[in-house]
């Protein structure tokens, strides 16, 4: 079965005459990206040669994709929207409340007693507006749409910052709020700043034991963790096409810790392949007879640096295995270096966990790879120092490597299977001892690994390198392992090394699966009912959000000066919190408890106004709130950087924060503010963040004034009596100033549908 294809052939029908008529009008070659953000204008007479980062566009997606997690506040709101059925096909993923802790079978059958009243309620809410299930143990999101759904020359959005995983299949996938989810399942043009281009150009062919993984961590050592905001990053070139289209998948995927809108690679033979392997034969051929349209013009291959406001060049077969981290996904080291990296900081050089699988690298090919390392170390007598976890990305992949032998050599070197979902990489890891906070170091071939973020423990030293690299060093045990030189000492007291690793691309006999795990709605949904329990801990009907009375916001207090780093993580928790997603007021009690605070660098503890005493920030927002005292958060650079939490822009909208002034936004979380109705302004000059004090009365000027370009005016009272004055910047256009005004983007949609 393949899904959706009558509305892909009608897609593709028309793709062309949309990219030519662009090429006709803007009189320039175009990049894949670019020919397929035209092909998705929400109206085509808006056609025009839009500005790079600057020009606000409409666009009408494919599809909408959303995991458990997220799903459900998207799905809470879009109940409120008033349409009978959604307007593109969409899908929910369970995925992200499973805990990792024994194993696959036992964790899977607790998840689904742990979260039966979620489930049951995305099933009815899925089965009643037309939406596609994915039952708990069908697989992690990104993986499921890979092999399902993605198809180049498309366009997607999802409720989660690795949508872009489609990227490896020629698709444009944007990560957004729910909000932004809502838009498109009601049939409304989303929008977008039209994104600035950089190109990666791939010269010659990986080799030995460095992967696609590698690619990714050291453009990440690159871009860093924000280099690419507001950017598509295309990949092309020799090498590009010599990449797997999974290996594709996981660049794309990891592209997401770098603040890129998305990542893309232009269709080639390799996504052909992966097409027919996962039965979509008939994409594949309607891909072929278009596949000038489905990579950027010859021209944009031939001169690059003018058709990219940015381009960076890497040969593959020079390219060694990188390992990132601890603590950020940019801190990239070359495999080479790492172990004196290691020494120098006194990092753990013990290794006490290797985690492999997740969206981005549980591929057949990333499993192969590993899997013959594991068959060495069997074959060379060598037993796992560390201990070994994998997880696959779908019930398809990992019935086939069951069946293919691969689950076997890895629970041969003590190594655990984990249920089909993202568990540990996501903070759902029930890790024994994690609660002694005692510093340790781990390796996983995931994401992320902000402190705190897979086991809860600040003191985890978390590195990301690729599958076969993690296997590596979990058999070896210690960090400072390069398996390119170093000898290992066996069971018999004799010393040896690892192979290098090699891998399937694909399975020799296909794929296979008995139950992928997928559920079709009804056809009509109109009886059904969806109840939530008004006594419920979990799931909470939402209340619209007040209008604006487009006054100016004065005496307001500072709740939290956010000092560094303050990620989504920081803003709202990950781990024990996600079962808290469905249920507003429930939520917002971890609102920047992550947060460092900047005047006496705790998290958690900052200064009541109205007490003169010091509390957590959830307990001090909410005692303003009752007391009708408006409130201002203020942050650093990238503030919001990393997943696309929606609730980290709805709790401070609940609990009554009014504005969120900062050094520089992450794109996604700026969005959800705008959507939610908070102000989110950046300084004008930066160095103003310095005269915020914390006994503050802050005054923001202007509301009434409230216009494209126009910025705010801030003035601040200090303690003493002295005063400051500066100016600070909005994005707003005319449309998300409205949201504004309406109290969010929602109470539009709700109007618009009730005429």
């Known amino acids: 079965m393949i899904f959706d294809i009558d509305m892909i052939k009608k897609h593709y029908s028309n793709f062309s005459t949309k990219v030519n008529n662009a090429k006709k009008n803007l009189k320039k070659p175009l990049t894949v990206a670019e020919k397929i953000l035209y092909a998705h204008l929400f109206d085509e007479n808006e056609l025009k040669d839009f500005a790079r980062g600057e020009d606000y566009v409409n666009f009408a997606p494919d599809r909408v994709a959303m995991q458990d997690a997220t799903a459900q506040m998207a799905l809470l709101q879009f109940m409120q929207a008033g349409r009978p059925k959604v307007a593109v096909p969409s899908t929910v993923h369970c995925d992200h409340l499973i805990i990792a802790k024994e194993g696959a079978s036992k964790d899977l059958a607790f998840a689904k007693n742990l979260n039966k009243e979620v489930y049951d309620f995305l099933e009815s809410v899925s089965n009643k507006y037309g939406i596609g299930f994915w039952k708990p143990g069908a697989g992690i999101i990104h993986q499921v749409v890979l092999e399902n759904y993605a198809f180049p020359g498309g366009m997607m959005i999802g409720t989660d910052s690795h949508t872009v995983n489609a990227g490896g299949l020629g698709m444009v996938a944007i990560g957004v709020g729910g909000a932004d989810a809502v838009d498109v399942m009601s049939g409304m043009p989303w929008e977008l700043k039209f994104p600035k281009l950089i190109g990666i150009k791939l010269t ?120 990132n981290g601890p603590f950020t996904p940019d801190l990239a080291t070359p495999l080479s270096k790492f172990a004196d990296v290691v020494r120098e900081n006194r990092w753990p050089k013990k290794l006490d966990v290797g985690l492999i699988g997740s969206c981005t690298n549980s591929s057949y090919e990333d499993i192969t790879r590993a899997a013959s390392l594991a068959k060495q170390a069997i074959e060379k007598n060598l037993k796992a120092k560390s201990e070994f976890t994998i997880t696959p990305g779908s019930e398809q992949i990992r019935y086939t490597i069951e069946r293919d032998g691969l689950i076997s050599l890895f629970e041969k070197i003590d190594g655990v299977v984990l249920a089909n979902a993202c568990g540990p990489c996501i903070g759902q890891w029930a890790r024994q001892g994690a609660d002694k906070q005692e510093k340790n170091s781990i390796i996983t071939s995931f994401n992320r690994n902000f402190s705190k973020r897979n086991d809860g423990n600040p003191n985890t030293h978390s590195f990301v390198a690729s599958p076969e690299i993690v296997t590596a060093l979990a058999i070896a045990g210690k960090l400072t392992f390069n398996p390119m030189k170093d000898k290992l000492m066996n069971e018999n007291g004799k010393e040896v090394m690892l192979d290098e690793p090699q891998g399937e691309e694909l399975p020799q006999k296909g794929f296979d699966v008995k139950d992928p795990g997928y559920q079709a709605p009804a056809e009509d949904g109109s009886s059904i009912e969806v109840v939530v329990n008004s006594k419920s801990e979990r799931l909470q009907l939402l ?148 005269k915020v004090q914390e006994d503050d009365i802050i005054d923001i000027l202007g509301i009434n004034e409230f216009a494209p370009n126009n910025p705010f005016e801030i003035n601040l009272t200090h303690a003493d009596g002295s005063k400051d004055k500066f100016l600070a910047n909005h994005s707003y256009n005319k449309t998300q100033i409205e949201w504004f005004k309406a109290g969010a983007a929602l109470n539009i949609i709700r109007k618009q549908f009730a005429k």
């Open 204 to 323: 010659g062919k990986l080799n030995g034991w460095t992967s696609a993984k590698d690619v990714i961590l050291k453009v990440a050592g690159i871009l860093t963790v924000k280099g690419g905001t507001g950017c598509i990053v295309e990949y092309f070139g020799e090498g590009a096409d010599s990449i797997s289209c999974t290996g594709k998948g996981t660049i794309c995927n990891m592209g997401a810790e770098i603040g890129a809108t998305t990542s893309i690679f232009g269709y080639d033979e390799k996504m052909k392949n992966y097409l027919v392997a996962t039965g979509r034969n008939e994409i594949a051929d309607l891909a072929d007879g278009m596949i000038g349209y489905l990579r950027s013009d010859k021209e944009v291959y031939e001169e690059p640096e003018k058709y990219f406001d940015q381009l960076i060049e890497i040969n593959l077969s020079e390219l060694e295995p990188h390992i």
């Open 543 to 690: 209340e619209p959000f007040e209008p604006s009375d487009e006054k100016d916001f004065l005496m307001m207090r500072l709740l939290i000066k956010a000092k560094g780093k303050c990620t989504t993580d920081h803003i709202s928790m990950a781990g024990p919190w996600l079962r808290y997603r469905g249920h507003l007021d429930n939520i917002s009690n971890n609102l920047l408890i992550g947060a460092v605070n900047d005047f006496n660098g705790q998290t958690n503890l900052i200064k009541n106004q109205l007490t003169g005493k010091y509390s957590a920030v959830p307990e001090t927002q909410r005692a303003y709130k009752l007391s009708g005292i408006p409130t201002i958060v203020v942050g650093d650079e990238n503030y919001g950087e990393g997943s696309s939490r929606e609730h980290a822009a709805m709790e401070p909208r609940h609990l009554g924060i009014k504005a969120v002034l900062v050094k520089s936004f992450a794109r996604i979380h700026e969005t959800n503010l705008k959507k939610q109705g908070i102000l989110a302004l950046t300084f004008t000059n930066k160095n103003d963040y310095d």
